[in-house]
Every structure is written in structure tokens, then in C-alpha cells.
């Protein structure tokens, strides 16, 4: 089992740090690799030399090198430029950006079809959001095989592990995976280790983070935490994981803000249609049993915790996250090797 654990750049992204200072900035505090927002945060001209020669400098520093694709949503394209994108350019034009995926040496690349709010839009459906998203990588699809890659489609507080199963079913598993992002689950009402057990065959890439749940007048809140903080149940988690795929890299990714999860809305409820009462209940359960670690005193408070300022608090919380799943895996790894034949 070779389990390495990398950095997200979103985490630092608030240092605004260079491409190559940000390999320096994970080689000096442990890490094995970074996983790049896409290739254009490397180099913005997008050309095979910069990019391979990048990528000779992160092997060199024994970095494993990771990278994502622009949303491929023409919804969301066509809304930032106020006009109509269709399937067939929007494809056509992450032709270029696949190519530098290509040239970085990476064989799938980190994907997202909305952020947080695309769900609830009421101008374009999500269930046609998906549908068109699904068009262009249907167009991409012959691309893709002729490159060697695959697109990892994130747990990205945007699809439900149902909507990401039928994706992958739509398109092949040899054009869509998973980057399965722990924290983010819990912000589309689907319990940790349920997703686990049904993505982990497709899993790809990660986002590694914890989270906690607080109640509200609304319903709850969503914050992460570091790793082991929260109430992810993140050994079992990452044991199903890494089983499935032991060459998995888990890339820890970290971030203030809280999110609300109006959960006593129907409204709000309404977007997910084919929510499981048992799946709302195992959140629930999530959020008391955090609940009780706020009154018992073992665990502080969301508003506590954001009163301190991110640059003031990303270096505690990377280096607690990262001796955490270094732990974790250990442990895995040498309970791997006694039930091994």
C-alpha cells in the first residue's frame, strides 16, 4: 500500500504564492505532492514545454503532481459571460486545457459541475445543468480515450453520490471517476461511509477535510475542521478508500466559512428529490452528536472558530491534519499487512 499525502493549492491559495513556490511551500512543511486548481495556475499560456518542464521539477522534489479541468458546465460559463455557450464550444475549448493535463503528466484531472449555489437556481434547473454537462463530456469523451485521461468529478456541495453514480454509469468509468471530498458530503445530505462504500471503486482523487454540523434556527451550519477534529469517521472512511484504490493520494484540503444547510426549509429540501429519510436522519444524528461535544465543552463552537483569521490559523490546522493521516494510514497499512494472505 503507497498512500502519499499531498496539498490542495485552495488551501494556501490566500498566501498567493507563485506554482514553483508553492511546491517549495509543500516540500518544506512534509508533504509528498499538490493538487493544482488546473493547469492555468501553473503556467496561463497553457504550453506543453512550461508545463512538462514543471513537471520534471516537481518529480525532482519527489512531489506527486495533481490538477483539475474548468467546470465542465457550459451553464455556468454562459452565465459568467452573459451569453450562450453550447455543448459543442465548450468542449472544443477545454480541448487546450486537456492537452496541458497531458503534459503535466497527469492521468485524471479534478473536475466540478457547480458550486454551492447552482443546485438552487431556479433560471436553469440542475437536472439540466447536468444534462448539459453531460453533453460535453460526451463530446470530450473521444479526446479523452486518445490522452489517457479520465475526468474526476468532485463531491463538490453540488452533486449527491446518486447524481454522481448515474453520471458515471451515463458516460463509463473509463471517462469519469470521483475526487471524493470527505467534508463535502455532508453538505449534500449524504452520510461519510454510505458514499464511501458505493464511490469507492471510482475514486480517482481526493479532498481530504473534516467538518462539524451545528443546529440553527434554519436547520444547520457546515464548517471544517481539521483532520480528526470533526465528526467525519475518517479511519473508516479513508480504510475503504484506500482499499479499493491503494495507490490513492490524499490531498488535505482546508478552509474558514460556514455554510448554511436549511434543513427546516421544504423549499430548500425540495431540490433534493430523491433524498432518503434515513439519509437525512443519519445527518441529523451527525449534528447532535456535535451537539453534545459543544455543551460538554470538547469541542468549540463555529462562530468561536471563525473569529480567528485564516492566515492565522491554515498553519496549525495543515500540520494537525497532515500528522493525523499520516497516523491513519499507518495504522492502516499495518493492519492491511496481518489480514494480508
Known amino acids: 500500500?503507497?498512500?502519499?499525502?499531498?496539498?490542495?493549492?485552495?488551501?494556501?491559495?490566500?498566501?498567493?504564492?507563485?506554482?514553483?513556490?508553492?511546491?517549495?511551500?509543500?516540500?518544506?512543511?512534509?508533504?509528498?505532492?499538490?493538487?493544482?486548481?488546473?493547469?492555468?495556475?501553473?503556467?496561463?499560456?497553457?504550453?506543453?514545454?512550461?508545463?512538462?518542464?514543471?513537471?520534471?521539477?516537481?518529480?525532482?522534489?519527489?512531489?506527486?503532481?495533481?490538477?483539475?479541468?474548468?467546470?465542465?458546465?457550459?451553464?455556468?460559463?454562459?452565465?459568467?459571460?452573459?451569453?450562450?455557450?453550447?455543448?459543442?464550444?465548450h468542449a472544443h475549448d477545454l480541448v487546450r486545457h486537456l492537452e496541458a493535463i497531458a503534459a503535466l503528466g497527469c492521468r485524471h484531472a479534478r473536475a466540478y459541475v457547480g458550486d454551492r449555489h447552482d443546485r438552487f437556481r431556479t433560471d436553469v434547473r440542475w437536472d439540466a445543468q447536468r444534462a448539459a454537462t453531460l453533453d460535453v463530456l460526451s463530446i470530450l469523451a473521444p479526446r479523452l480515450r486518445e490522452l489517457g485521461l479520465q475526468i474526476a468529478l468532485e463531491t463538490h456541495a453540488d452533486l449527491t453520490v446518486e447524481e454522481l453514480v448515474e453520471m458515471i454509469d451515463r458516460l463509463g468509468p473509463d471517462i469519469v471517476g470521483v475526487t471524493f471530498d470527505t467534508g463535502n458530503l455532508l453538505m449534500r445530505l449524504d452520510e461519510p461511509i454510505a458514499a464511501a462504500e458505493r464511490l469507492a471503486p471510482h475514486v480517482l482523487a481526493t479532498h481530504v477535510k473534516d467538518a462539524i454540523l451545528g443546529f440553527t434556527p434554519r436547520g444547520l451550519c457546515w464548517q471544517a475542521r481539521p483532520i480528526g477534529?470533526?465528526?467525519?469517521?475518517?479511519?473508516?472512511?479513508?480504510?475503504?478508500?484506500?482499499?479499493?484504490?491503494?495507490?490513492?493520494?490524499?490531498?488535505?484540503?482546508?478552509h474558514p466559512r460556514t455554510y448554511d444547510l436549511p434543513i427546516f426549509?421544504?423549499?430548500?429540501?425540495?431540490?433534493?428529490?430523491?433524498?432518503?429519510?434515513?439519509?437525512?436522519?443519519?445527518?441529523?444524528?451527525?449534528?447532535?452528536?456535535?451537539?453534545?461535544?459543544?455543551?460538554?465543552?470538547?469541542?468549540v463552537r463555529p462562530e468561536v472558530i471563525e473569529a480567528i483569521p485564516w492566515v492565522d490559523r491554515d498553519l496549525d490546522w495543515i500540520a494537525s491534519s497532515l500528522g493525523y493521516l499520516r497516523t491513519v494510514v499507518q495504522g492502516l497499512s499495518r493492519l492491511e499487512g496481518r489480514t494480508a494472505p
Open 229 to 254: 477534529s470533526g465528526v467525519i469517521p475518517m479511519p473508516d472512511v479513508l480504510a475503504t478508500l484506500i482499499h479499493a484504490n491503494p495507490r490513492l493520494t490524499l490531498s488535505i484540503e482546508l
Open 265 to 299: 426549509d421544504k423549499t430548500w429540501l425540495s431540490f433534493f428529490p430523491n433524498l432518503r429519510p434515513e439519509a437525512l436522519a443519519g445527518i441529523v444524528n451527525l449534528a447532535e452528536r456535535c451537539d453534545r461535544r459543544f455543551t460538554e465543552g470538547s469541542l
Open 1 to 89: 500500500m503507497t498512500v502519499r499525502i499531498g496539498l490542495d493549492h485552495y488551501t494556501i491559495a490566500h498566501r498567493d504564492l507563485s506554482a514553483e513556490a508553492t511546491l517549495e511551500f509543500a516540500q518544506a512543511h512534509g508533504f509528498d505532492g499538490v493538487q493544482f486548481l488546473n493547469p492555468e495556475s501553473i503556467d496561463r499560456s497553457l504550453a506543453p514545454g512550461p508545463l512538462a518542464a514543471f513537471r520534471r521539477r516537481a518529480e525532482e522534489r519527489a512531489l506527486y503532481l495533481e490538477v483539475g479541468l474548468p467546470s465542465p458546465n457550459p451553464v455556468r460559463r454562459s452565465r459568467h459571460e452573459a451569453r450562450d455557450v453550447t455543448a459543442a464550444e
